[in-house]
């Protein structure tokens, strides 16, 4: 127990330094104005806030929110089916898919993305084809298309692993159970299966959502030097203009609205539990 | 699949037919034959991994024979799935949908066959009293205690009125004075309900106290169907007189019809028809025997156990342990004599012991 004490003692001051502090220095840095390294000079005000509402800013943060949410839409879809198929395999082969959805995220997240760039350029694999068999070189990134790609090709395992847990979770039993009260297959799977695995839908959307609206390395690599999501306005805001305190409240805004997103997320996956979809 | 020919069959509700199931090459059932009559509350009993619960899951459509025939109400329904057989099942662990709360776990299989919000919400009401949980419509099933889900299990299997319910270990998780509760209950459902009840346990206690049939299963064959009352005084092997109940088998001698001997004494005994001086054991029940000033055995008493209404003597004849219950006061250490009445010696021979084991 003492020993189990200093651990959670450890953790607690980990969690403080790396990840309260720098937070409480945001927050800070948002409502001040002054020299950031010099404590006396800042004074507190909400010109941060008027400045990150400019309605430029906030037009980038419903275009990140609206491609956060096409992503997290694209890969529910493809990644449900999935962890449903997966589910379904015999334990070995099981494994193995597990493991070769986990496969791309050994190789450098910087990397994969620079791959298709090469993959979707125009003078790319995908292109030479198209432009061979007559169809000309078709856009496929700097814009829209290239980002989401790029956003779902990364974030999908995230979506796939917590539906896959939730599914392998849920005891044959019930499924028994429910066949032998008249439920044919599709009966299970709407009445038992998908109610039962709402939490592992819900694990996966915070999982890509989070990532995929403050991303800025996809957008600036697959959406090119032009185009700005939320991400890549904060990171311009904090290493290029070094405009410290309208980055911090821009980013303290977004984490305003992710917290909200989440939590009518959260409420929407319960209320659909006790509901069980009938 | 054997198809039987309709003539050829009898009037029970449910009928197995040479019912044989392997897995992996290893034989789980052999051979299996028997039949169940309606409202009748039938119980395989057996040691755990005997085949019984594989036996249960064939019937409720789980399983598939590897060969021999099914038949609720005279009608072949090997290969029906699950959900087209008019059984239903309560199963080991309950398993009760854990997101919904008991009206919805019951109403389940109703809301299924799209029968009427009014219809649904009377039938669940009346499962409800049937199990004596009134009145628990909304709660979730994590705040039941095990012998509520188990309620409610019994009560969404019944709403459906099946004709024939199985239920695969239903009460072993739950403990003793509980258990012994559920027993009575559950008879007393199954009375009112009137529905077949076929019940799987290793529980001899509750094969006998609810039973109107039993079947002693044993490696994957039948050793025995009979009543209650059979099973516990006239085992057809020793490993029926063994499994149920506590039972003294003791070496003996089967001298002619109506004479046995054993312990170096002989006995009157209602047997007949074994080979004569032939090797035979006997069985006796621990609270068949007489004890006294005088009798045919003497023997030394080992220990004695107070168990509640009975005292649990252990009695040395002649280099054999005997275990007797008696409702008298004994103490250990002491000399005692015991007699057995004819009736109560039951002799069974090697080979019949060995044949099915």
Known sequence: ?278 | MIEQPTEARQEGLVELHDISKAFDGKPILKDINFSVDKNQFLTILGPSGCGKTTLLRMIGGFEEPDSGTIFLNGKCINGVSPHDRNINTVFQKYSLFPHMNVYDNIAFGLKLKKQSAKTINKKVKDALKLVSLSGFEKRSIEALSGGEQQRVAIARALVMHPQVLLLDEPLSALDRRLRLDMQRELKEIQVKAGITFIYVTHDQEEALTMSDKVIVLNNGAIQQIDTPDNIYNEPVNLFVADFVGTNNIIDGRFIEDHRVSFLGAEFECDDVGFVKNSRVHVIIRPEDFILGEGGKLSGHIRSAAFKGMVNELVVLVEDTELIVRTTTHYVAGTDVFLDVIPFNIHVLTEEKADEKV
Not at chain 1, 97 to 111: G, K, T, Y
Not at chain 1, 221 to 240: A, C, T
Request: with cysteine; glycine share 8%; charged share 10%.
């Open chain 1, 1 to 278: 127990m003492k020993k189990f004490d200093g651990i959670v003692y450890f953790y607690g001051i980990w969690v403080a330094v790396l990840v309260v502090l720098p937070l409480l220095i945001l927050v800070l840095l948002s409502f001040t104005s002054g020299d950031i390294y010099d404590l006396s000079s800042l004074t507190l005000t909400l010109d941060n806030y008027k400045a990150a509402l400019d309605p430029s800013y906030i037009g980038v943060m419903m275009h990140s929110l609206w491609l956060a949410f096409i992503t997290n839409v694209i890969c529910l879809v493809i990644g449900y089916p999935v962890a449903y198929i997966i589910t379904g395999l015999n334990p070995r082969i099981r494994n193995t898919m597990v493991l070769l959805i986990l496969a791309p995220m050994w190789s450098n997240f910087l990397l994969r993305t620079y791959s298709w760039m090469l993959v979707l350029g125009n003078n790319g694999p995908i292109n030479s084809v198209l432009e061979s068999i007559g169809l000309g070189t078709v856009q496929l990134m700097y814009n829209n298309f290239g980002v989401i790609l790029g956003m779902v090709y990364n974030f999908l395992p995230f979506m796939i692993l917590p539906i896959y847990l939730s599914l392998t979770r849920i005891d044959n039993a019930l499924v028994e159970a429910a066949r032998d009260l008249g439920a044919t297959s599709k009966d299970v799977f709407f009445k038992v299966k998908l109610p039962l695995s709402m939490p592992g839908v819900f694990s996966g959307t915070t999982l890509v959502f989070l990532p995929a609206i403050t991303t800025f390395v996809i957008s600036r690599l697959l959406g090119g030097g032009q185009y700005v999501l939320i991400g890549n306005l904060i990171e311009h805001k904090f290493m290029v203009q070094n405009d410290w305190q309208v980055g911090a409240a821009i980013a303290v805004i977004v984490a305003i609205i992710l917290l909200v997103v989440l939590g009518v997320l959260r409420k929407l996956a319960r209320g659909r539990l006790e509901l069980s979809l009938w």
